[in-house]
Structure formats: C-alpha cells, structure tokens
C-alpha cells in the first residue's frame, strides 16, 4: 500500500511555528494519530510528537467529478487559462506524473490515491471505481494539509505501467483542484472543499467521447471499448454518478433536441445547473433572473446553421435543491459572435466587457469549443476565479472590521 510524507515545507503565505521531528509519515501501515484544528496540527507518532502551529492558509480547494474520458483534463486547461500562466507537470520530477502546476492553480488527479494498483485490482476483482481500490483516509489527511498551508508528498498512480510510483512534493497553491473519480464521494472531503463541479455526460455522448480518445490517442479497440464502458457501468451508477447530488455546479451534457431522432451525437444540448445558496457564488442568469426564458438568437447578429442554435433559463429542482439552469443546444459557427450572446448573460464575474469570447477564441482548438461544453466550462472557471477572490478578501478584510469593532 502507498505510503506518503508530510514534510514541514510551507507556501510564503502561511504562517507556522514547527517543532520536532522533520516530517512524519501519514500512510495506514503507521500507527499514529493525526488532528487538525484550525490553527494547530498535531501529529502522534510512537516515537515523537510534531506540532506544527499554523496561521490559516489562504488555499482555495476545487472538486472536479467527472468519469473517465468525459472532460475534465479539457475543463481543467480552461480553469488553469483563466487564471494565467500554463499548466504543466512539474519540473524535475516523474515524466508519468498526473499533476498540473500553473503560477496559480495545482491540479491533481484522485487516481493517485488509489490503494490497489492495477494487477492488485485484477486479483481483487474490483475496478478503480470502487470505493475498496481507493485510500480516502490519505486523500482527506492531504487534502486537508494543503489547505492548511503545509506541504505534502502525495503518492502517483502512473497510468502507463499501472503501478504506484513513489511520492512527489505538492506545496499549497492559491487554487487547489482535486480531479478525479471520488472528490466528493467522502463526506470528509466534501467538507474541504470551496466550490465543486460535476460533469455529468449521457451515456450517449460518453460513449462517442470515449470511442474518439481511447481508439485514436490510446490504439485501444472498438470491442475492448464496449466492454470497458459495460464492465465499469454498475460501479459508475453505485459510486460516481451519486456525487452530483454534491455538487454546486453541473455541466450536464445531453444529446441534441434540435434534429429528430439524432444518433450522430455531434450537435449537443448542454445544461448548466447551478445550485442556489451557495456562499460567494451567484448562478449567471439569461435576460432576467428568475424569470423562465426561451431564446432563439440566430439572425442578423449571431451566424447559424442547420440546426440552429437554442438556448432556455429557469428555476428548476435538482436533487431536492433550488437550481437555476442555463441550457444551450446546437454550436456556434464563427467564435467572435459569441459576444453577442456574451452580453445577454449577467452575473458571469467577467472584469471587462467580452472576456468569456476572448477566452473561447483563445483556445478555439480545445474539444468543445463550438457549443455549450467550452462555453460553459469557461463561465464556470470564471466563477472559480471571482469565488477565490472573495474568499480572499473576506479573510483579509475580517481582522480590519475586528480593529474597527
């Protein structure tokens, strides 16, 4: 089984006290105790006791939920874009790693908390999917750590050789983003996290999506395809689909209602669902908030062909909770229209006048690009930015009114 390290490496903006020993070692072949507190970690090994003191750390956390092959590395270079700088795997390190580092944002795939690799998972009879194969004791105790400012060595499931290789260091970011399978699946880790996303593909378009990835990136086969979507579909119902029930944001992508009996699966309907309520977020809105609307926009000012382009907004139900939903169904044919349709949405937290259009031309080659799953991706990472920055500012401005008080 994996073991991992939590070392006493900080980021700049955290502030702490260490006492010794060095580092300690979080992995269940350790005895030990760990607690965390807002201002206080104390771990207990049977050797030594380590107290690292700590100021609260300024790490806003991310939970991206997707299944395999349904975006989420298209959504995460989208998010990474909003915030600046590129996205890359860290220098120096394993060529096979699965983590992305930008100036701002560290993303890091939940597959590296698996706790079976691939022959112990065959032996096992169990698939990625289940809860079993996974370590969610060393995903919350990192997850948690990070947020709180301390630096850990998180554990790579390398997915060429389906191995466990040794740890890497992952220092706390401004943005921390937790992709994967399970981010919301533990209650624990539900409790970390400032803002999560599902995206939630039908097995229709899921099933096209997979066959392009898996036969022309990866040379896998037609019937292994089949029989990969088969074999995980009974855990991916027990396991994975549940966590959208968690989410405060949903990417649901559907086919198209536009051309009768559709089966190609090129023109897509997506419907971004946006739970109400949530603190430093507040769902983007078509004409009028509230309100139910029906919008056809082709004509003079957005280019449209066959079939055309719809989009609708309204309050709807969504696993018990008030939702607004925003749907687009069809694709845009040329990019720069966009802003047309760009300056009938409020509340997109853009800071100038045509962001959400400049940022869909600036990567008009992602997947997506030209219908609801590019659009929607890039409002939400928007939202994630303006959500970190109150976040932010809220914690910076609350010794200020303390002093005033």
């Known amino acids: ?42 771990t207990t090994t049977r050797r030594a006791t380590t107290v690292i003191t700590c100021s609260a750390g300024d790490t806003v956390v991310i939970g991206l939920a997707a299944d395999s092959g349904c975006g989420k ?6 998010l990474t874009s909003v915030f600046g700088g590129a996205a890359e795997p860290p220098k120096g390190g394993n ?9 701002t944002t560290t993303v890091i795939c939940l597959d590296d908390y698996h706790s079976l690799d691939r022959t112990g998972r065959k032996e096992k009879g169990v698939t990625a999917l289940d809860p079993r194969a996974n370590n969610f004791d060393l995903m919350y105790e990192q997850v948690k750590a990070i947020k709180n400012g301390v630096a850990v060595e998180k554990p790579i499931y390398n997915h060429v050789t389906g191995l466990i290789d040794p740890p890497e260091l992952i220092k706390p970011p401004k943005i921390f983003v937790i992709e994967g399978l399970h981010p919301m699946y533990d209650a624990r ?15 229709e378009v899921k099933f096209a999506w997979k066959i392009q990835r898996d036969m022309a990136e990866r040379g896998h086969s037609l019937e292994s395809i089949k029989a990969s979507i088969e074999a995980r579909k009974p855990d991916f119902d027990a396991y994975i689909d549940p966590q959208k029930q968690y989410a405060d944001a949903v990417i649901e992508v559907l086919p198209t209602q536009l051309i009768p009996d559709d089966n190609e ?7 971004l669902i946006m739970k109400e309520g949530v603190k430093y977020f507040n769902p983007v809105y078509l004409f009028d908030e509230g309100s139910t609307i029906s919008w056809i926009p082709c004509g003079r000012k957005l280019t449209c062909s066959y079939p055309g382009i719809k989009f609708s907004y309204g309050p709807e139900t969504y696993f018990g909770h008030e939702v607004s939903v925003l749907e687009m169904d ?44 590019g659009l929607f991706q890039t409002i939400v990472g928007l939202k994630i930015r303006d959500l970190y920055e109150q976040i932010v500012a809220s914690k910076t401005g609350a010794p200020l009114e303390a002093t005033k008080a």
Do not use: W
């Open 1 to 42: 089984m994996a073991v991992s390290t939590v070392y006493t490496v900080l980021s700049l903006n955290s502030a702490c006290s260490i006492s010794k020993p060095n580092k300690t070692h979080l992995g269940f072949n350790q005895k030990q105790l760990v607690f965390f507190k807002k201002t206080t970690t104390i």
């Open 73 to 78: 590395s298209t959504f995460m270079r989208r």
């Open 95 to 103: 060529p096979d790693s699965n983590t992305l580092i930008s100036d």
């Open 189 to 203: 880790v539900r409790e970390l996290l400032d803002f999560s996303i599902y995206l939630d593909i039908s097995n």
């Open 265 to 271: 699966g090129k023109v897509l309907r997506v419907r």
């Open 330 to 373: 069809g694709q845009f044919d040329r990019l720069d229209e966009l802003i047309y349709v760009e300056s009938h949405l409020s509340n997109i937290s853009t800071k100038f006048y045509g962001e959400v259009t400049q940022q869909m031309l600036k990567h008009a080659d992602f997947p997506g690009s030209n219908n609801g799953t």
